[in-house]
């Protein structure tokens, strides 16, 4: 799917290292999950506002992920956000973490599939169609 990608600054804490002030592994799921929040509220989709008013809430349903280069403390890091494919009820995004200080070196990469719930029922529900179109 040909869209344009977000891209979304972090910084890392030395909360977010272990011993060797590497990043532990599990923080890099939760870089992913702010920058696909980031990428949908500029995109017009605020996540408590689809709740409300929509019914429908996101779910991540799959994960992909692979660890190329650790990233430390103090590094900043770039994440690229690209949707690679919408259905009726799920997305998957295609993201990065890059490194721009040592040539934009990749870190890290995973595909994150989402599916789309109702937001009371917990049951798959349609994504709406205002987002589909302006996701495409």
């Known amino acids: 799917m040909s869209m344009k990608g977000h891209q979304w600054p972090v910084r890392i804490y030395y909360e977010d290292t272990d011993m060797q002030g590497i990043v532990y592994y599990a923080n ?14 500029e995109k017009g989709f605020e996540q408590d ?6 019914g ?16 430390k403390f103090n590094d900043e890091l770039i ?3 690209y949707i690679h ?21 990749l870190i890290n990469k995973a595909d ?3 599916a789309c719930l109702d937001s009371k029922t917990m049951a798959i ?4 169609t205002q987002m589909i179109e302006a996701l495409t």
């Open 28 to 41: 890099y799921l939760k870089y992913l999950e702010r920058a696909r929040t980031e990428f949908l509220r």
């Open 49 to 54: 506002q689809l709740i409300d008013q929509q």
């Open 56 to 71: 429908v809430a996101f779910a991540v349903r799959a994960v992909q992920m692979d660890y190329i280069k650790p990233a």
């Open 79 to 81: 994440i690229s956000t």
């Open 85 to 105: 494919q919408i259905k009726r009820v799920s997305m998957v995004f295609h993201q990065t973490i890059t490194c721009p200080a040592n040539d934009h070196q």
């Open 112 to 114: 994150i599939k989402v």
């Open 125 to 128: 529900k349609a994504i709406p």
